[in-house]
């Protein structure tokens, strides 16, 4: 083996070791069982329910250290997002958030919903506005229950 080759390999080790790990941010799930980007689905997919408001959440982290991988921070925030949009639909009552939308404000004032995340990145700051619509399931009518 040539010198050469010799170096070319300590390189490449070195330089792997000193690849900044992508997991110095928490992961966040997305709660699907009480948020949904459209109507309930799954159990409560037909359940009736009550509308009680709009309810929104922020999200902001640093992304001075990314490294080309902003999409899925994006999607981590924004299941960070979906879970305090939750929370705040819970402090009125509410059992569930339907409708949730990513929000984003264009530079020439407009405002764009979106159903997939979508966030705002200054270069120092990454943010995440999400709006959705918190509802009250009713009571199951056991009269309506049928059995098999």
Same mark, same amino acid.
């Given at each position: 083996?040539?010198?050469?080759?010799?170096?070319?390999?300590?390189?490449?080790?070195?330089?792997?070791?000193? +690849?900044? *790990?992508?997991?110095?941010?928490?992961?966040?799930?997305?709660?699907?069982?009480? +948020?949904?980007? #459209?109507?309930?689905?799954?159990?409560?997919?037909?359940?009736?329910?009550?509308?009680?408001?709009?309810?929104?959440? /922020?999200? @902001?982290?640093?992304?001075? #250290?990314? #490294?080309?991988?902003?999409?899925?921070?994006? /999607?981590?925030?924004?299941? /960070?997002?979906?879970?305090?949009?939750?929370?705040?639909?819970?402090?009125?009552?509410? =059992?569930? +958030? !339907?409708?949730?939308?990513?929000?984003?404000?264009?530079? #020439?004032?407009?405002?764009?919903?979106?159903?997939?995340?979508?966030?705002? =990145? @200054?270069?120092?700051?990454?943010?995440?506005?999400?709006?959705? !619509?918190?509802? /009250?399931?009713?009571?199951? =009518? *056991?009269?309506?229950?049928?059995?098999?």
């Amino acid at each position: 083996m040539s010198r050469r080759s010799v170096v070319l390999i300590l390189f490449f080790c070195v330089s792997c070791v000193s +690849v900044p *790990e992508r997991t110095n941010h928490p992961q966040y799930l997305f709660p699907e069982k009480w +948020v949904y980007t #459209d109507l309930p689905t799954g159990a409560e997919e037909n359940r009736p329910y009550k509308i009680l408001g709009w309810v929104r959440a /922020k999200t @902001d982290w640093p992304t001075l #250290d990314q #490294d080309g991988y902003s999409q899925s921070l994006c /999607k981590n925030y924004f299941n /960070k997002a979906s879970a305090s949009l939750l929370k705040e639909a819970k402090k009125v009552g509410a =059992d569930a +958030v !339907i409708q949730v939308r990513s929000v984003v404000f264009t530079l #020439d004032g407009r405002t764009e919903e979106h159903s997939t995340p979508e966030c705002s =990145d @200054d270069g120092a700051v990454g943010e995440v506005l999400l709006r959705g !619509i918190a509802i /009250k399931f009713k009571p199951l =009518d *056991e009269k309506r229950v049928i059995s098999r």
